[in-house]
């Protein structure tokens, strides 16, 4: 009796603070914690040492991107006591929520559209009259991925990242350095000395090439600046970042066919006639890593499955670029998220062709296309450019969608040579449509979310993808597959042009949310739309 009593009361009482959870305790609850295992018995002993010094990178990283989000974020955090609200800032480096376009949950200060890249009041035309008539040398110094814009005596200034962040900077370079001494790979301690030295130098070319160079080792080290999304304004300023996770050697052997074959996958894209540019680097190395542990940018709001790097061009003209493949957050986002959202999304018959499979592939195949297509092109007059320059602001919301379209051109095309498996044919679609909704879930107002709307509203239009009375989505295998080729024959010729009119007129034209999307979109409430990851840091 008394068993029963208390079980009825925690009955209660449960169900009390159930009706009584909090607003943000409802927005937590947006990121599932899934803890990220990996094997340690990929590492040799001296790989565990330079890990286990690897591994203190992450404060310093969480820290220097917290600022460059904004400069206040550290005094806020610390103004913040309660613990799911401090959770919250945390998961979002900031204030603002990543989800939600970047309204405020914390406070009502707008956020800076140039983060804490700029002066907060820098206007666009402001930036651009300020550095017209510069040298070409000082124009760069503004325009470099690795420069803080401050305002001193009624001028604007470029001050490097290695004087502005000289802090972090110093002891980020120490820890590399110490990496470094305990690495058996010549190859890996070349990378870490020479990475340690770009903290200080602010020149991080050679680092970028060591980068690509890095071999005999399990390890898989990525950490600098390098994604520019968060600089709203321009898409100029590099954010830090650090991924670092072992190497699953057996499907990285798998994919090597893939490097093999990067040539003839960019000439099978739909180049425009008479393009001219320079063909990206032809090496191209894959590795299927899982992670060990993510800081700064990569870890705010929805977190990265793949990333492929360096951006800097010159580096990929020279070395190509690695696509790195995050399969143990690939494989927890599909069991937390793709797969049941397209049990509500999806047509009945479409659900079965949802595999894990396809997801992993299309996330390889995004990658591998982030390495082809325009990248330096000439301009109609002669100079000599790259697309990121010319498309500014539009650069990184194109590219995206250029590599989600092309991902499937190239699966097609690879499935037609029996380079994959027959079964991707029907897979592939379906798991692309479900992973669409997935995608828009993380906000249209960033550059990824802005790229599938693009191809939901352009797909929609062309009658590839359709929707019953009830909120089902299935697709019309041939025009969608037409109006996938448009899309890409569209995209890839804006950015051969670097034609920023072109791309802002698209861009008007194609990534507004239709009100029947918007509303279907609210089915999926009760599910997470992303994990939260926990590392395993016990080793
Ligand atoms: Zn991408």
Redesign the pocket.
């Given at each position: 009796m008394k068993k029963i009593f208390v079980f009825l009361l925690m009955f209660f009482l449960f169900s009390c603070t159930k009706v009584k959870e909090t607003k943000m305790e409802k927005k937590l609850e947006r990121y599932k914690p899934v803890v990220l295992n990996w094997n340690i018995n990929y590492l040799d002993r001296w790989e565990v040492e330079v890990l286990k010094e690897m591994i203190k990178v992450e404060p310093l990283i969480d820290e220097l991107f917290l600022i460059q989000v904004h400069p206040e974020n550290l005094k806020w955090i610390e103004m913040i006591k309660d613990e799911d609200l401090k959770e919250y800032f945390k998961i979002n480096f900031g204030p603002w929520d990543r989800l939600e376009s970047n309204k405020p949950f914390w406070g009502n200060i707008k956020k800076p559209k140039g983060a804490g890249f700029y002066p907060f009041d820098l206007k666009k035309e402001e930036f651009e009259n300020y550095i017209k008539d510069l040298s070409e040398e000082e124009k760069e110094k503004f325009k470099s991925y690795f420069t803080v814009i401050v305002r001193k005596n009624g001028n604007l200034e470029a001050l490097p990242y290695s004087t502005y962040y000289k802090n972090y900077l110093e002891k980020l370079s120490e820890i590399l350095k110490n990496a470094s001494k305990l690495s058996e790979s010549a190859s890996l301690k070349k990378f870490l000395m020479s990475r340690a030295e770009s903290f200080l130098s602010n020149d991080y070319f050679q680092s970028d090439m060591d980068w690509m160079d890095v071999s005999d080792t399990n390890l898989e080290i990525t950490i600098g600046p390098y994604e520019t999304y968060e600089d709203e304004l321009f898409g100029y300023k590099a954010s830090f970042e650090a991924f670092i996770g072992v190497v699953n050697p057996e499907e990285s052997e798998k994919l090597k066919f893939v490097g093999e074959h990067i040539v003839e996958l960019d000439e099978s894209l739909p180049y425009p006639k008479g393009f001219k540019g320079e063909k990206k680097g032809a090496l191209s190395p894959i590795r299927v890593v899982d992670l060990v542990l993510s800081a700064g940018d990569t870890k705010a709001g929805v977190q990265t499955i793949a990333y492929?790097l360096p951006n800097d061009e010159r580096v990929v003209a020279q070395k190509g670029s690695k696509k790195v493949m995050l399969k143990n957050v690939i494989e927890a986002k599909f069991d937390a998220i793709l797969k049941p959202l397209s049990l509500i999304l999806l047509e009945e018959e479409m659900q079965s062709f949802v595999t894990k499979d396809a997801f992993f592939n299309e996330i390889l195949f995004?990658?591998v296309s982030?390495g082809l297509g325009p990248g330096i092109i000439y301009l109609e007059d002669g100079t000599k450019t790259t697309v990121r320059d010319e498309l500014k602001d539009l650069y990184s919301f194109l590219e995206?969608a250029k590599?989600d379209v092309s991902s499937l051109y190239l699966i097609d095309y690879l499935v037609k040579n029996k380079k994959l498996p027959k079964a991707l044919e029907n897979e592939v679609p379906a798991t692309y449509l479900a992973s669409m909704f997935r995608s828009l879930r993380f906000g249209v107002n960033e550059a990824?979310g802005k790229g599938v709307l693009l191809q939901f509203n352009w797909l929609y239009e062309k009658g590839g993808i359709l929707r019953s009375p009830e909120g089902k989505y299935i697709l019309s295998l041939e025009k969608f597959k037409e109006g996938l080729k448009g899309l890409l024959e569209k995209i890839i010729s804006l950015q051969a042009k670097g034609d920023y009119e072109g791309t802002k007129i698209l861009s008007e034209k194609y990534t507004k949310m239709p009100d029947f999307l918007k509303e279907d979109l609210k089915k999926l409430k009760d599910l997470p739309v992303d994990i939260k990851p926990i590392f395993s840091l016990n080793f």
């Open positions: 492929n995004h990658e982030h995206e590599a990824h």
